[in-house]
Structures are given as structure tokens and as C-alpha cells.
């Protein structure tokens, strides 16, 4: 596959993970509902439609239709890729889990 670069995304983002990120680990993990569907309740205005991902410290595999990942089952992600979520259903339904040591996800995310 050919190198395309590097790609950035400038969007009026609202929240983000906490530092230093969401840490990935050998359980399947979601991300943050209270960031992207902040409040009690989850009125469509206040609903993340986009999130920016970054791979960090290691591979993971992960999917957004609700499928649980394993260590050898899910789109692989490699430390420094990005990944765009668009949707409110993908954001959601995304899970991931480490290759073979815990990794750290850079999330950002926008209505």
C-alpha cells in the first residue's frame, strides 16, 4: 500500500479523553459514553457525530459495529495511525484491544 502522508483534521472539537488517553488493554473497550453523549440525558445537539482517534504505543484491532475484537480479529491499527469516526451509531458501537501490550488511544470528538 502506498505512504499518502499525513492527514489532519481541523473541527470545533468539545471534549477529549483524558491524559494521557484512553488506555487499551486485553479486554474489549469503548470509548468514553459521558464525553461523547455528555448530560443525563442524550438530546441529538449534544451527540458526538465525529471522533478523531491516534493509535498510540502499540497495535491494536478494533471494530464500530459492535463486534467484539480479539488480539487476532478486528481491523488492525498500527502506533501512529488515525482513525475517523462518523456517526453517532459508529461512534458508540467502536471497540478495541491490544495486540500484545496495552495501547493508548488519543481521542478527540465533535458534534
Avoid at 38 to 46: D, K, L, S, Y
Amino acid at each position: 500500500m502506498a505512504n499518502v502522508g499525513t492527514h489532519y483534521v481541523a473541527r470545533d472539537f468539545f471534549d477529549t479523553e483524558n491524559s494521557p488517553g484512553l488506555t487499551i488493554g486485553a479486554t474489549s473497550t469503548a470509548l468514553t459514553a459521558s464525553l461523547y453523549a455528555p448530560g443525563t440525558t442524550a438530546a441529538p445537539a449534544t451527540l458526538a457525530s465525529f471522533a478523531l482517534l491516534t493509535v498510540e504505543t502499540d497495535q491494536i484491532r478494533w471494530f464500530a459495529d459492535g463486534t467484539t475484537p480479539t488480539a487476532t480479529f478486528g481491523h488492525l491499527a498500527n502506533s501512529g495511525d488515525v482513525i475517523e469516526l462518523q456517526g453517532t451509531n459508529v461512534i458508540v458501537n467502536f471497540r478495541a484491544i491490544r495486540v500484545t501490550t496495552n495501547a493508548t488511544l488519543q481521542v478527540s470528538y465533535a458534534r
